[in-house]
């Protein structure tokens, strides 16, 4: 590709003209778990808001309907918002929470194409938040913690979270839109330093509110 054109996409996915953005080339295995590792070193340097002041129950901008501007008109987001299955389709702010981070994260280049699984897949598959193209399953792991706590009281729910993820047999995002930057990086360095983690299998993100 002529490097002016190359210029001129970055340009415009970096402005955030996100209808214009060229087609998501799937992602093996390994392709993603390097974009992650890259991607996991560089976030928190980029994230401006310290502390983090989203309230994760108001993503409405205050009219009960709307998400927040930056998503208002991706279809993609439109799609993982109102196609859960356990909310029966209704819009609710669990929804765009788990949206937000979905079409953020497949923005970032940490998961492949997410897709709402279908009621046939739950029924089969059990309940799940997404699935992608290869058919794997990915949950929303949002965290949220009282800026009250202490350093040893927040590093003691951390290490129980962590564990829990690490169990799981299936794909994590983990959102960290709703955690100070300290937080964030808290939680990161016992994710990454426990003996079960797999970079494959971890995906992170943060909304761009």
């Known amino acids: 590709m002529n490097t002016d054109y190359q210029d001129f996409w970055l340009f415009m996915v970096r402005a955030g003209f996100r209808g214009l953005r060229p087609p998501r080339v799937p992602l093996t295995d390994s392709m993603r778990a390097e974009v992650l590792e890259v991607h996991q070193q560089s976030f928190l340097s980029e994230w401006k808001a310290d502390p983090c002041k989203i309230d994760s129950n108001d993503l409405d901008e205050g009219d009960g309907q709307s998400p927040p501007k930056r998503y208002q008109d991706d279809p993609e987001y439109r799609t993982l918002e109102e196609g859960d299955v356990d909310s029966g389709g209704k819009v609710e ?16 280049g940490t998961v492949p194409q997410l897709y709402r699984p279908t009621p046939e897949q739950v029924a089969e598959r059990g309940t799940m938040d997404f699935i992608d193209e290869a058919g794997n399953m990915w949950d929303i792991k949002s965290f949220t913690m009282d800026g009250a706590l202490t350093d040893e009281m927040a590093a003691g729910q951390i290490q129980t ?35 079960g983690y797999d970079p494959a299998k971890f995906a992170i993100t943060r909304g761009q509110f």
């Open 93 to 108: 702010p669990k929804n765009r929470r788990e949206a937000i981070a979905g079409v953020q994260a497949m923005e970032d």
């Open 161 to 195: 979270w962590v564990n829990t993820c690490i169990k799981a047999d299936y794909g994590i995002i983990v959102d960290l839109s709703y955690l100070p930057n300290a937080r964030a990086q808290q939680l990161l360095d016992a994710l990454r330093q426990h003996p």
